[in-house]
């Protein structure tokens, strides 16, 4: 192809059967619904409850389901990628189980690491991949199960946080479609932030790391509060303001989910209508690189072909970027 753009030609998605409420959370901690949804703005969340599941658990749901959508044949995937920052082992890959569990034979594999914003992170990856010309089908993946990282007992944090998956098929074409541009930042402040303290080479697992209850995440809210929406923010004015979109011609904004606060504040810094926002974040929480896949998933059938767009993320580093894709297919058909 002399011209080859990367385009999304299908979505797949998973979230668990359980449902964690608010009334559920206030029985376990000092919390109530007013506060949650007045803070933060979720309802409820989902929750892989089944002992011995992790996230390639999830993933590969969300992965067969596309392959049933699509009707792709499984042999020409060339690779699958999973962003996730709650992969099943250290070490091997998430996406390696992923691959033989859903029997791809002719694929590469590998894990991306880009906290809240692994999507678009491994989506800018997987897009160059296909650009190049060596690979023609990709599956990329968002998923965690972050219910397997967060206190139970923290009221600050166990509100914020579910589980889910999902995944899509990238594809090559030369039509002026898919990925357009994309900005995407580290500024390496976050550490002191937004981490989890025990369980990497700097603090191994040991009895004291388990009692003092270390392999939990850890946030200061109000500081990674104000970083998301001044990042997200300025980096949606950036990306829009470059590919000369505005109000009149951006149809959608899709955000990670992890507080309505945020996702208010950069429709309103782009001028743009709550209805231009693609948001979840009531039902489902906060599911990491998961989010806006899931996001997309829900709202597959409202898209249209030549859709703009604008994707945002921040999370943990902090890593923070907006993505301009135009949309190549209509979802309801």
Not at 12 to 28: A, I, K
Not at 99 to 125: E, P, Q, R, T
Not at 145 to 150: A, F, P, Q
Request: net charge negative; glycine share 8%; proline share 3%.
């Amino acid at each position: 192809m002399s011209n080859i753009h990367a385009i999304i030609t299908g979505i797949g998605g998973y979230v668990p059967d359980y449902v964690l409420t608010n009334e559920e959370l206030s029985r376990m901690v000092d919390t109530n619904d007013e506060w949650i949804m007045t803070r933060v703005g979720i309802k409820e969340r989902r929750i892989l409850t089944e002992e011995g599941l992790g996230t390639s658990y999830m993933a590969r749901k969300a992965a067969k389901q596309l392959l049933q959508k699509t009707g792709v044949d499984p042999d020409t995937i060339d690779a699958l990628v999973v962003a996730t920052s709650t992969a099943d082992y250290t070490f091997p890959s998430t996406a390696s189980i992923v691959v033989g569990k859903i029997g791809l034979k002719n694929a590469m594999a590998f894990d991306f690491w880009g906290a809240c914003c692994g999507f678009i992170y491994s989506l800018d990856v997987v897009s160059s991949m296909i650009q190049s010309g060596r690979y023609k089908k990709i599956i990329l993946i968002g998923a965690d199960k972050m219910s397997s990282v967060t206190d139970y007992k923290d009221r600050s944090t166990c509100p914020l946080f579910g589980d889910g998956a999902g995944a899509m098929l990238i594809e090559a074409t030369e039509e002026n479609l898919g990925l357009m541009d994309s900005y995407l930042r580290t500024d390496g402040k976050g550490l002191p932030f937004l981490h989890m303290k025990a369980g990497g080479s700097v603090c191994p697992p040991s009895h004291f790391t388990i009692d003092h209850r270390l392999h939990y995440l850890y946030q200061e809210g109000r500081t990674v509060f104000r970083y998301a929406v001044t990042n997200m923010s300025n980096d949606c004015v950036l990306i829009a303001e470059r590919n000369g979109l505005n109000k009149d011609n951006i149809q959608w904004v899709v955000p990670h989910q992890a507080n309505m606060r945020i996702i208010e504040a950069v429709a309103k810094r782009l001028e743009l209508s709550m209805d231009q926002v693609m948001v979840n974040i009531e039902h489902y929480g906060n599911t990491s690189a998961a989010t806006i896949p899931l996001a997309l998933w829900d709202n597959e059938s409202k898209l249209r072909k030549g859709d703009n767009m604008i994707f945002t993320a921040f999370g943990a580093g902090f890593v923070h970027g907006a993505t301009y894709y135009k949309w190549a297919y209509d979802g309801n058909k």
